[in-house]
């Protein structure tokens, strides 16, 4: 008995090691706030609630980094793109795909544990701007939170990926979308969402993880003054705006660029564009709180203060770029800052405790929108014209100087990368006879304008994209490296002085994070939009990145992009003398389109064809009918031909993701566009 007693009071202390190390650990608040210290793990968006996606590991370095190789690869079977974070628990990556879908992999080996479908509504692909895209989930005690596209929050059992509680956080009557990964704040999900293009009123939403309860809810526009304001914050928004603006939703979806400081307990957020686009349509006013960054106390949502990076925003200038924390000296002083490279060419850096500019410059060459900032208050100093009702072509276009593509920070360089766009133009041309239409897309640009500038438009020089070293002190790039591809993937800093970072033309390559030299790369088949994770399993450092070209660029697929690779989506991991080898299935036409059939149409009916096609149909057909993530249209079977109306008009494919346009085209209109995709059939057979 004593002897049984002894043996095991012996083993005890084993027993508690063991336990000490088993998994799974939780991921609660703790393991979040020290996510900095856990290398083998990636447990959160940003890997660390600063957001610096940097991981001190250092096993792939300068020196070895020419020994990475692929460890295996997972085809998702998806052509759209993908934009995930992953995040890794305990040797398993959780990440998402196309239409909100969730995926449990194992990190060693690319075996699939679980999947998860939300069974999204394709048809809901209309009111969605930017491709079926997800930015990945959020991992919290034994969950993965998931945003699906139209507009729930789900959380999901770890182990099995069963749903546990769903919450609606949208109106399903109204155009809501979310594509942005949750975020955790002690406790509580934090979820924004989308759709300030198609006119609905933003707000960002915290959710008690356990339950699914809603906590508090922030609104980033006011709504309708007669029914009262829900704060002063919105009492104090409703004095920058004009007229009947909550009629269209008002718009300053916060879609993406969420940030918590547990220190300081405020949670930072970025907003999108009002609804419409236009200022002078909208009647004027700064339109508070749209493309700002904002702090609310994360206890309750209360407004703790907003910065507003481009005040009556006229652009599409939304403020939802990732946010990053951190702390530098700056004039001799040690600040608490967060900092963004805005869409609107500027990379700001505010005081986070409270919003305090501190300084901004522009991170690209030839920002023509403003001449620069207020040294002082950091309000833009608009060039004249600029956001008139007269037609003017502006850079950065819509899809920015920087999107949401993450950016990433080396404490040891003290330089931010991060993926920018150089010279992209954009013609806007506002429709002073817009009005608010809940069925169709609310930017109030004229989509038939057929003026000399588009013509202009052609002839001016194309964009560029650059990797980008911003020194974020002296407000200067330390270097750039030019990319041949304009929209380039989200960024990864390590411990081992690389910079990690994604092409469109399908290259990942490894550089020297203190000064851009190329050390290593390989081609992943497909254009990468993603940002590259690192961790270890079994003491085994790997990386690991999504795979798929898509988004706004990729759907829209305009020309002068660089040489883009369209084709299927898929998970990388790679480790040092990786001999993974892959097998990228071919995906494209080879030969040129042949006319399915012929039409009489006249060259007048052809060119109304062209301008219908390019604002109705280009957004996901591409630009000039050649796509590239969905089906291009001058490869249109007869059969498709026959059934074109059904399909446009009648919804016929509405299932696949080809939604109804009968609410928002004709018949006669829906003749002129087959006939522009006859005519472009025609033309590109000849080449
Ligand atoms: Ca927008």
Known sequence: MLKRHVTVWAMLPALFAFVSCSRPKTVDDAALRSADQDTSNWLTYGRTYDDHRFSPLSQINEQTVSKLGLAWSRELGTTRGLEATPLVEDGVIYTTGSWSMVYAVDAKTGEIRWTYDPKVP???????????????????????????????????????????????????????????????????????????????????????????????????????????????????????????????????????????????????????????????????????????IIAVHANNGELAWYFQTTPGENWDYDATQPLMQADLTIGGRARKVIMQANKNGFFYVLDRETGEFISGAPFVSGVTWATGLDPKTGRPIESPGAADLKPVIVSPSPDGAHNWNPMAFSPTTGLVYLGAKVGTQFLHAPDPKWKYDAERSNLALDPMYDGPLAAKLGTLPPATGELVAWDPVAQKAAWRVKNPTVEDGGVLATGGNLVFQGRGDGTLVAYRATDGKELWTFDAGTGIMAPPV????????????????????????????????????????????????????????????????????????????????????????????????????????????????????????????????KNILNADQVKAIQAYIVSRARESSKK
């Open 534 to 661: 690192t961790y270890t399993v079994d003491g085994t450092q790997y990386l690991s990145v999504m795979v798929g070209w898509g988004g706004a660029p990729g759907l829209f697929n305009a020309p002068g992009s660089g040489p883009v690779k369209h084709g299927y989506g898929r998970i990388l991991t790679f480790t040092l003398n990786g001999t993974a080898t892959l097998k990228a299935p071919p995906y494209g036409h080879k030969d040129p389109p042949v006319p399915a059939i012929t039409t009489n149409a006249s060259p007048k009916t052809i060119h109304e064809g062209s301008l219908l096609f390019n604002s109705n149909c280009g957004p996901c057909h591409g630009i000039n009918a050649v796509a590239g993530p969905v089906p291009d249209l001058r490869y249109a079977t007869k059969e498709i031909h026959q059934d074109f109306e059904n399909i446009v008009l009648g919804g016929n494919r509405a299932s696949a993701g080809m939604p109804s346009f």
């Open 122 to 292: 394709r048809e809901n692909a209309y009111f969605i701007c930017c491709d079926v895209v997800n930015r990945g989930v959020a991992l919290y005690k034994g969950k993965v939170f998931v945003g699906t596209l139209d507009g729930r929050l789900i959380a999901l059992d770890e182990k099995s990926g069963a749903p546990v509680w769903t919450a609606s956080t949208t109106d399903s009557a109204k155009q809501y979308s979310i594509t942005g990964a949750p975020r955790i704040a002690k406790g509580m999900v934090i979820i924004g969402n989308a759709g300030a293009e198609n006119g609905v009123r933003g707000y960002i939403s915290a959710y008690d993880a356990e339950t699914g309860k809603m906590a508090w809810r922030f609104y980033t526009v006011p709504g309708d003054p007669s029914k009262g304001f829900e704060s002063k914050a919105m009492e104090t928004a409703a004095k920058t705006w004009t007229g009947e603006y909550w009629k269209t939703g008002g718009g300053g979806t916060p879609w993406e660029g969420i940030v918590y400081d547990p220190a300081l307990d405020l949670l930072y957020f970025g907003t999108g564009n009002a609804t419409a686009w236009y200022r002078a349509i909208r009647g004027g006013g700064d339109s508070l709180y749209t493309a700002s």
